[in-house]
């Protein structure tokens, strides 16, 4: 399994901006799938975005035009960089990494947004 750390997350008012980072172990960084997905509270955790090794991305609708997901092989990293945050993107935010049989997930970190 891989370990994943993320950081970056806390408190922004509406309109605010915030970036996510999530490092991973290991010497398999480059040929991961890195995601980052989102659970409020009451509801299920949701897929935000994803990056292939090719760098390739997709997002989920609501956030297409103000986030971006990236990485950095030689750090190991992903980042989420959101921007124009609102009160709906307030959850706890997981980076995910898979290869085949591979599903590591992170510990999450808290993303609040509020006036």
């Known amino acids: 399994q891989v370990q994943l750390v993320e950081s970056g997350g806390g408190l922004v008012q509406p309109g605010g901006s915030l970036r996510l980072s999530c490092v991973a172990s290991g010497n398999i960084f480059s040929i991961l799938i890195m995601g980052w997905y989102r659970q409020a509270p009451g509801k299920q955790r949701e897929l935000v975005a994803v990056?292939?090794?090719?760098?390739?991305?997709n997002y989920v609708d609501s956030v297409k035009g103000r986030f971006t997901i990236s990485r950095d092989n030689a750090k190991n990293t992903v980042y989420l960089q959101m921007s124009s945050l609102k009160a709906d993107d307030t959850a706890v935010y997981y980076c995910?990494?898979?290869?085949?049989?591979?599903?590591?997930w992170g510990q999450g970190t808290q993303v609040t947004v509020s006036s």
């Open positions: 995910n990494a898979k290869r085949g049989s591979l599903d590591s």
């Open positions: 990056i292939s090794s090719a760098h390739s991305t």
